[in-house]
């Protein structure tokens, strides 16, 4: 020791001193600290406090040895006590004591880190030990360990070192629980504590497919064989979606956002990573970012004819609208993707007469601060809002962001209406016909067109709805046209008066019915609606049975055939009642009753009803008849049977109405009649093909050619001044009242990639419906410096020129559409239509259609040609409408 303490070596006094002044201080996060062992540190202590540098107890070379399990793996001993078996010192003193005392050969340092812990820190002497393995190893394990406060990317990172993986492969762990599942590691930036990962516990290191799958996720590819997709080699981004029910409105939706280059870009090359936001309360803690990513490496990849977006479908998404749709992956997206970690408050202020440029410089600065990804790079614009008071002139600006635009379509203030006509006349067929009205008009305007193509006055006419072969709606003159819609069976019938003219008549509704002989005393028994119902209108002073036999008889004579002369005569028994007699035309004229005795009052009371006269007589009403008895005789009859029964039934035609004895027709409400046919009379003597036989009105042959719509219109239409409606009033805070104040929206500065939503969709309080004009849009070209209010030095050489790349089409109607896309493939400069799982290539000409219905644009200073390499674009290089693309001075 003397020797050493000559080579530099501080005194005995000297040594005892540094050190204690070192272990005095605090620990602190970070810091590394050594184990020693405490045997040799307890006989060091009383070597320098002997002061004698010769003595006895020198300590010699610093053993550990003690602290390990073995002399080869090192591994240091389990549960160890700290001061009796050990020590801690900070790392100056662990150097200066082996630069003092030298360290035994081939035994490494024992360094541990000093982690801040909830409420404390401590120096962590026993560090979490990880298996680490990959996904198609898991029986070759290695051994790693890692300080509670090191990052899932540090666990990463180790194990892609350990199975030296080439830095282009995408990788990512799952962690083996205890019950055998395993679970995503998908926070990178948490810690080793966070996780909750534990010593002992397997760590798998999965990497992504040369196809863009996972092999956790490979039974999501749609083709059954693995081997046919690895050998497919197609162009990329070039590969549809398989529809899982419904789901054409996603798949189209997703087309559209994958062939917005700058978008999948980034994605492909993994700058998403580094911004996923796990702490986002109004994302989805990166699901969404990596699902969608899944499914862009996918489709990029070129190994794919089709794949199933299984994972994507479920992330919570309820809707069936492409657009709305849009709305919620690009929020969702920016929410997973956000570069602020936590959103600062930011108070809005009025601009009180300040030049446009601050207000709007301010206001995107302000966005800025709580929203900042790379789809506010891409999509997000800015528009001036202007608000007047109507009652004070106060004058309201504000600037606000918007990531797509929403642009109506010029509404004609008429619609085209598909009917049929009725006449009276029997022998006309029922007559098809176009009719225009006003959208805002009443029952009574539909009345007043037919008039005119019709000749029949406005007001002999009832309009019906008919569904399933009865009326769903008889309409009031005064009803809205709003509430027929353009797939309802709209009728409308020729009748001589209703119920509103005392004295006049009577419009019966009457449905046709075809029913089986009754069965165990049930006489609805196989009652069957058929054909098409009528309105018959019956004069008043005919209110019989039998005169509204004669009466409908009439009326269906174009398609019901009449017996000939005695065909139908039969002698027959009946008890005093029989199947037809209440309900059809009673005996037949000139007929005698034979051996009819004497019935009572109630017998008198029914012969001095049909009269003395010999005419025919009148029935009373349908089951009004006296219950049948045992007493009353037999009476026998000839008598011609009817074609049909008359009775009278409820609204919808499925049952009886019972009748008092003696009511007739009960004229308090609507009645409603049945024709009842037995099969052998319908087979017989109704014609059915002429029945449903119509004429087309020659209004049909002239197709209103509507002339097709510019998308310049639609822009004019949304800078449009509007005034709000009733249900949206704005708070006047000069007036301290709710206005309905005018409205005016002007475009300020544009973004990169411009969503274009045409509003075809019409929804009012009434009605529903779906605008198919023809927009025309360019395909190259779209220039926007007109409608941009911003004040530029050099307007001709601002970035307004926008290109078509993607269209997202809807077919169809409101209820029973479908959706496809055109796109055009970013590396080839080719468009290609996409339809679920089919895509084909597509002309340009064949790209404009009026099932557009969102356009995507690209700037055209951003658009590199194809087959040159992508600008590159760092994960934090911004953009947006502030930046190069749109300054804001």
Not at 205 to 227: F, I, L, Y
Not at 497 to 517: H, M, N, Q
Not at 574 to 599: H, I, T
């Amino acid at each position: 020791m003397a020797a050493a303490a000559a080579g530099g070596v501080p005194g005995l006094e000297a040594q005892r001193r540094e050190v204690e002044a070192a272990e005095q201080r605090g620990l602190r996060a970070g810091e590394r600290w050594y184990l020693l062992e405490n045997h040799w540190y307890q006989q060091w202590k009383e070597y320098v406090e002997s002061g004698d540098q010769n003595s006895s107890s020198f300590p010699g070379h610093i053993n550990n040895s003690e602290l390990f399990e073995d002399l080869e793996s090192f591994r240091l001993k389990e549960r160890l006590v700290e001061s009796e078996e050990y020590v801690l010192v900070p790392e100056d003193v662990w150097n200066k004591l082996v630069s003092w005392y030298g360290l035994e050969h081939d035994q490494p340092p024992i360094e541990r880190k000093v982690v801040e812990l909830p409420s404390t820190q401590k120096v962590e002497v026993y560090p979490v030990e990880l298996y680490l393995c990959q996904h198609n190893d898991l029986d070759s394990p290695v051994t790693a360990q890692f300080s509670r406060v090191d990052t899932i990317d540090a666990v990463l990172q180790e194990a892609r070192r350990q199975f030296e993986v080439p830095p282009e492969d995408e990788t990512r762990l799952w962690v083996k629980n205890s019950d055998g599942s395993c679970e995503r590691l998908r926070n990178i930036h948490m810690t080793v504590l966070d996780a909750c990962l534990s010593t002992g516990q397997v760590v798998i290191m999965e990497t992504r497919n040369k196809d863009g799958t996972w092999p956790s996720s490979r039974p999501h590819v749609m083709r059954n064989s693995v081997e046919d997709e690895e050998l497919y080699r197609g162009q990329p981004g070039v590969c549809g979606l398989t529809n899982l029910g419904n789901t054409c409105f996603m798949n189209s939706a997703f087309q559209c956002l994958s062939n917005v280059p700058p978008l999948t870009e980034y994605f492909l090359n993994n700058h998403y990573l580094g911004e996923l936001n796990f702490s986002n309360p109004l994302g989805m803690k990166g699901e969404i970012a990596e699902a969608y990513a899944d499914l862009v490496k996918q489709a990029w990849s070129g190994h794919h004819r089709a794949i199933v977006p299984r994972m994507f479908k479920f992330l919570g998404y309820q809707q069936h609208d492409a657009q709305e749709l849009l709305s919620f992956l690009l929020d969702g997206l920016h929410e997973d993707l956000n570069r602020v970690k936590r959103k600062e408050y930011v108070e809005l202020r009025d601009a009180a007469g300040r030049p446009d440029e601050e207000v709007a410089e301010e206001a995107w600065r302000n966005h800025k601060r709580r929203n900042d990804s790379i789809i506010v790079d891409i999509f997000h614009g800015l528009f001036k809002s202007t608000l007047v008071c109507p009652a004070c002139g106060k004058v309201s600006v504000t600037f606000d962001p918007f990531c797509y635009l929403s642009v109506p379509l010029p509404v004609s203030q008429e619609r085209a209406m598909e009917l049929f006509f009725v006449y009276m006349d029997p022998s006309r067929k029922p007559q098809q016909h176009r009719v225009v009205v006003p959208k805002a008009g009443k029952v009574l305007d539909l009345c007043l067109a037919l008039a005119k193509h019709t000749g029949v006055p406005a007001e002999q006419m009832m309009v019906a709805d008919v569904f399933s072969h009865r009326f769903y709606k008889l309409y009031q003159v005064d009803e809205a046209l709003s509430c027929i819609l353009d797939r309802d069976d709209i009728f409308v019938y020729e009748v001589a008066g209703g119920l509103a003219e005392p004295g006049g008549a009577l419009v019966l509704p009457v449905y046709l019915r075809e029913r089986a002989p009754p069965r165990d005393g049930d006489p609805g028994y196989g009652v069957v609606l058929f054909g098409h119902p009528l309105l018959v209108s019956v004069p008043r002073a005919q209110l019989s049975w039998d005169a509204l036999y004669g009466l409908l008889l009439e009326r269906l004579s174009r398609y019901v055939r009449r017996p000939e002369s005695g065909s139908e005569e039969e002698e027959e028994e009946s008890e005093e009642e029989d199947l037809y007699g209440p309900q059809a035309n009673g005996l037949s004229e000139g007929e005698e009753e034979e051996g009819a005795p004497d019935e009572g009052p109630a017998s008198q009371a029914e012969e001095g009803s049909s009269g003395s006269s010999g005419g025919p007589p009148t029935p009373s009403p349908p089951q009004a008849t006296l219950p049948p008895t045992a007493n009353r005789p037999k009476r026998k009859c000839r008598r011609r049977r009817p074609l049909f029964t008359v009775r009278p039934v409820n609204a919808n035609g499925t049952s009886e109405r019972p009748a008092l004895p003696g009511e007739g027709f009960a004229l308090h409400a609507q009645p409603y009649i049945a024709i009842d046919w037995d099969s052998d009379m319908k087979k017989r003597y109704y014609d059915e093909e002429e029945a449903e036989g119509y004429v087309k009105h020659e209004c049909l042959g002239h197709v209103q050619r509507r002339q097709p719509v510019k998308l310049r219109e639609c822009v004019e239409l949304f800078t449009t001044v509007e005034t709000l409606e009733e249900e949206n009033p704005w708070y006047c805070p000069a007036c301290k009242r709710h206005q309905l104040a005018t409205k005016k929206l002007d475009l300020w500065a544009l973004p990169e990639v411009l969503i274009i939503h045409l509003k075809r969709f019409s929804y009012t309080r009434l009605a529903r419906e779906k605008l198919d004009a023809l927009v025309e849009f360019p395909l190259r070209d779209l220039d926007f410096s007109d409608f941009i209010i911003k004040p530029r030095a050099d307007v001709a050489a601002a970035p307004h020129k926008y290109d078509l790349i993607a269209v997202s089409n809807h077919y169809g109607s409101l209820r029973d559409g479908h959706y496809t896309t055109f796109a055009r493939n970013k590396d080839s400069g080719h468009w290609f239509y996409f339809d679920d799982s089919s895509v084909s290539p597509v002309g340009e000409a064949q790209i404009e259609s009026k099932a557009a219905y969102v356009l995507f644009y690209q700037r055209q200073d951003r658009i590199r040609p194809p087959g040159t390499a992508p600008c590159p674009r760092p994960p934090d290089a911004g953009g947006g409408c502030c930046s190069d693309s749109m300054e804001v001075d």
